[in-house]
């Protein structure tokens, strides 16, 4: 249950469980493979196991996550209708298959299968990025807001044509220039262009949900779509052609996103009052700000990668760089977002199931923070031990790196599964049970016949405080987001 424009509608559950599980899957086997062949990671980066190994992070988990959290983001942040329809499912087939596929036949070197497998994958792909960029054309939300998430969307298609392109050229040869250029190219532009813009787009929403803050407003939120979309299409043409122009290009990505993170500062300095239920410490807000550091590193990296000359040492730092950017941001982002996205779908659902009578347990008591924690340190201790592992070509630090990450994507399945499966209120029974609600006006209006305390209420100031108190426990007002 959530709102859209003026009326609540409900959240999806088996589409983003699909996605999100998958999602799950693929970085755990990624993680996996990392520890039981870790001297494969730790030398020279170009190679088919490290190919599949990407693949599994930057399509498996991070596009994944994108696509099943959607679902849930939609209604809840972006006041849009995500119901699922039967080519949502035709879609989520062509993308396993063809990351199946992909993963597989790079696994084992067979080139021709892989393009195969990169089409099918793009077309569940280009269908779900569609029907992103279409629905929020229509969300009533800050234009701003919108522009980032269809950019993100046009350059995802721009990325995958160009990833689709490289295969092909793997079995049958058709692109000029010098093949590592291309890779760079087609990589930034996909973890730019599509993950990055996607991540600030949403983050000018969900940041605020997170902190919990008032959300950015105003005309300086199209600096960071402008500046990054400047940026990322510059720098791909630029990597193309080996100009020496992509040392500018990279300073517009910068600008960009220090735009963005600017927008975070201003919302760390206007908080609003946490729920009673928010614990102190926010693990969410540690895995954003792990995340951050990690994108300050990386953007360190990338841009004396872009000034500095190819050499063996700037090739090990670009697999660092890969590390700390993919993983270390990119990834790290999609944790925090899960840790509070799902804990607010699975009230939705519960208080769905009531029959809208029985509200569910607040949302910030659902997860069992000493599996958090542990989570936490996973991913702390992993990051480094993973970048400086691929740096150094240490196979010893590479396994370190990927046990560290393994265990923490298992305790963090772990801790989704006890959310999914948390105590649930009892239904209601059938005569009494509330249809739901056409509006926020009409929910509040519903709530004020329940006596639910057995005490009698005063005419007129009762039905007042319970309008007034329903609609900000679940809709609230003005410019903070919903709790």
């Keep these: 249950m959530a709102r859209t424009g003026g009326t609540i509608t409900s959240i999806a559950r088996t589409m983003p469980l699909l996605y999100l599980g998958t999602a799950h899957a693929a970085l755990a086997l990624a993680c996996a493979l990392g520890l039981a062949w870790p001297r494969a990671v730790a030398g020279f980066f170009y190679h088919s196991w490290m190919l599949a190994l990407v693949h599994l992070v930057t399509l498996g988990w991070i596009t994944f996550s994108i696509f099943g959290a959607f679902f849930i983001v939609g209604p809840l ?31 084992i070197e067979e080139y021709s299968g892989m393009a195969w497998s990169a089409g099918t994958i793009t077309a569940g792909t280009f269908y779900m990025t569609a029907r992103i960029a279409v629905s929020v054309r229509r ?83 199209y600096a960071s779509a402008i500046l990054l979309e400047a940026g990322v299409l510059g ?23 220090a735009a963005f993170l600017g927008h975070v500062v201003w ?36 841009v004396g990668l872009l000034v500095a ?29 899960e840790i509070r996205l799902l804990p607010m779908a699975t009230w939705c659902w519960a208080y769905a199931r009531s029959g809208y ?63 999914l499966y948390s105590p649930r209120p009892r239904l209601a029974p059938v005569a009494r049970r509330r249809t739901r609600p056409a509006s926020v006006s009409a929910h509040a209006a519903s709530a004020t016949y329940k006596n639910t305390r057995e005490t009698s209420r005063r005419i007129g100031a009762s039905i007042a405080c319970a309008s007034r108190n329903v609609q900000t426990a679940y809709i609230p007002r003005g410019k903070t987001a919903p709790q």
């Design 267 to 302: 919302m760390l300095r206007h908080p609003v009052s946490k729920p009673a239920a928010a614990p102190r410490f926010d693990f969410a807000v540690a895995h954003a700000a792990c995340a951050g550091v990690c994108l300050v590193a990386a953007l360190v990296l990338g």
């Design 235 to 257: 720098l791909f043409a630029a990597l193309l052609m080996q100009s020496a122009w992509s040392a500018l290009f990279g300073a517009l990505i910068v600008a960009g996103l």
């Design 309 to 337: 000359p190819m050499s063996a040492e700037s090739l090990r730092a670009a697999a660092a760089y890969g590390v700390v950017g993919l993983l270390g941001f990119l990834a790290q982002m999609v944790v925090a977002m």
């Design 357 to 419: 009578e029985v509200a569910p347990p607040s949302p910030h008591r659902m997860r069992d923070r000493s599996l958090q924690a542990i989570v936490l340190a996973g991913w702390v201790a992993g990051i480094p031990a993973l970048a400086a592992g691929i740096a150094l070509e240490s196979a010893r630090l590479v396994a370190l790196g990927a046990a560290s990450l393994f265990v923490a994507v298992g305790v963090a399945g772990v801790d989704h599964i006890g959310v």
């Design 77 to 107: 942040a972006l006041r849009i209708e995500m119901r699922v329809r039967r080519l949502d499912y035709a879609a989520y087939a062509l993308g396993l298959i063809g990351l199946v596929g992909m993963v597989g036949h790079f696994w």
């Design 139 to 221: 969300a009533p939300i800050p234009a701003a807001v919108r522009l980032h998430i269809i950019l993100a969307c046009a350059n995802f298609w721009l990325a995958a044509t160009m990833g689709v392109l490289i295969a092909v050229h793997k079995a049958a040869p058709l692109l000029p220039g010098f093949v590592l250029s291309n890779v760079f190219a087609h990589a930034h532009l996909a973890a730019i262009g599509w993950a990055t813009m996607m991540v600030v787009g949403i983050g000018y929403r969900l940041v605020s949900m997170v902190l919990p803050s008032k959300m950015p407003t105003g005309p300086s939120m």
